[in-house]
């Protein structure tokens, strides 16, 4: 079946370490993004990518890098930097059509806590 | 700059109550997409509908149903006869066109409970 994965589906990050989170996908699509999802706040951008190789900051990409090798992933680093990591962190991606602007698929998540 | 509010934070009702979730919307392109998308306690997010910004009609899927008003920059929500598995959280969500990078985004989400 096609879709997003998204591993592991909880992490724990001690002080001063940097945790990876996973984001693969096997729908073909050429765009990914990342999310981060606060109680009460909605879901934020963190970073986003729509080729390989390429890769823009959202609105909350302190703290966050990235990395777009291959086209199906599309990982998550948060660093020591990231003071506030607690959080559930979402992994999204979709098609590439000029003519409209395609739904985004979304990963099962990731729940990310600070020991 | 883009903007979705979703003024209600929670909302309660019984089951087979109609419901209705608000969206409004802030942008300054002429072409827009909207969304709605449910998220159950499993934590996905499951797509239920996008809407561009030149096509106002309405749209109803068996219980769903949406209203889409450019004048007032509102995409609402209802729910007919709610049901108790209809309780998630709801997101409305906005992008601009793919070459602005295809980005939704989302207002802070209405959690609904439709109780027995």
């Known amino acids: 079946d096609g879709g997003i994965t998204q591993s592991p589906k909880y992490l724990f990050r001690k002080e001063g370490q940097n945790v990876t989170l996973s984001c693969e996908q096997n729908?073909?699509?050429?765009?990914m993004y990342w999310y981060r999802q606060d109680p009460g706040q909605g879901l934020r951008l963190i970073y986003y990518s729509q080729i390989v190789n390429d890769f823009q900051k959202g609105d909350i990409a302190e703290g966050y890098s990235v990395s777009r090798e291959k086209k199906e992933s599309f990982p998550l680093t948060v660093t020591s930097a990231q003071k506030n990591p607690t959080a559930f962190y979402l992994c999204a991606s979709r098609g590439v059509r000029v003519s409209t602007n395609e739904k985004l698929f979304f990963g099962s998540g990731t729940q990310l806590s600070v020991l | 700059a883009q903007k979705v509010t979703q003024a209600q934070t929670e909302i309660s009702v019984v089951e087979k109550e109609d419901v209705t979730l608000d969206c409004v919307y802030e942008?300054?392109?002429?072409?827009?997409?909207l969304f709605w998308y449910k998220q159950p306690p499993s934590g996905e997010l499951v797509f239920l509908i996008r809407r561009n910004s030149f096509d106002e009609q309405n749209e109803i899927s068996g219980r769903y149903s949406w209203n889409f008003q450019k004048s007032t920059s509102s995409f609402n929500f209802t729910i007919t006869a709610s049901q108790v598995v209809d309780s998630a959280v709801y997101f409305c969500a906005l992008s601009g066109d793919y070459n602005q990078g295809g980005k939704l985004i989302f207002g802070q989400g209405t959690e609904l409970s439709v109780k027995p």
């Open positions: 942008t300054r392109d002429t072409t827009y997409y």
């Open positions: 729908l073909n699509h050429d765009a």
